[in-house]
């Protein structure tokens, strides 16, 4: 099971661009990474997946190193409403519980 | 996408009583899990509800404890068993289709044990 590392706390200013990678060192060749983000007392919501290169939907992008040993979401623009707490899941899909495997997470705090 | 509806939202309840959270899925889905999330901590994965067997569960939680039943691909239930404020904590409800695509989560049950 592939562990990831994420900082556990990032501070932004509305407007600007956010990037928060995570580590996944000992990822296997079948996983995927997919971030969720989570606001308090909701459930975790999907953001984006991604297996290779770069991902890029309307929410965010997800950029991948050829050795996918890590992983970066960058969150366009971000505003107030964007502090949430995201989590990098590193899995696939052999096991299901595998890859709903929830790290630390990381919290992000949006100041106007 | 699929919404997920868990009830209860919350619900304060006795010691050494069990409680039985539901789970409703409003399309069908093959995979559906339960989880545990102590406020302000990250989610644990209680189990992997299955279709008509015996749920699959993740180390450190037993069946006794937290049966699990899931009698079709839209409905699950969690039952926190001889309940102890140690299991007072927030249950969350997640389904999807698997196969490395995303999966919905529900708002969460806060159970807190007096």
């Known amino acids: 099971l592939a562990k990831t590392t994420q900082p556990i706390s990032m501070d932004s200013y509305e407007g600007q661009e956010v990037n928060i990678t995570c580590s996944h060192n000992?990822?296997?060749?079948?996983?995927?990474i997919t971030w969720y983000q989570q606001f308090p007392s909701q459930g975790p919501r999907f953001i984006i997946q991604?297996?290779?290169t770069k991902v890029t939907n309307e929410v965010a992008s997800l950029f991948i190193p050829a050795d996918r040993k890590s992983s970066t979401l960058s969150l366009p623009r971000v505003s107030l409403s964007d502090t949430a707490v995201y989590y990098c899941?590193?899995?696939?899909?052999?096991?299901?519980?595998?890859?709903?495997?929830f790290g630390g997470g990381t919290r992000l705090m949006v100041k106007p | 996408s699929a919404v997920i509806s868990q009830k209860p939202s919350r619900d304060i309840c006795q010691r050494g009583t069990s409680l039985t959270i539901q789970c409703q899925v409003d399309?069908?889905?093959?995979?559906m899990f339960w989880y545990r999330q102590q406020p302000g901590q990250s989610l644990t994965l209680i189990a992997t509800?299955?279709?008509?067997?015996?749920?699959?569960?993740e180390s450190g939680f037993v069946i006794d404890k937290f049966p699990i039943s899931r009698p079709n691909l839209t409905f699950s239930t969690l039952t926190v068993s001889n309940m102890s404020p140690e299991d007072s904590s927030i249950y969350l409800c997640?389904?999807?289709?698997?196969?490395?695509?995303?999966?919905?989560f529900g708002q969460g049950t806060r159970l807190t044990v007096v």
């Open positions: 000992n990822i296997a060749t079948n996983d995927y």
């Open positions: 997640s389904g999807g289709q698997g196969a490395n695509t995303e999966a919905f």
């Open positions: 509800a299955n279709q008509g067997s015996e749920a699959t569960y």
């Open positions: 899941l590193v899995g696939d899909n052999s096991n299901a519980g595998n890859m709903l495997t």
């Open positions: 991604g297996y290779k």
């Open positions: 399309s069908q889905v093959t995979m």
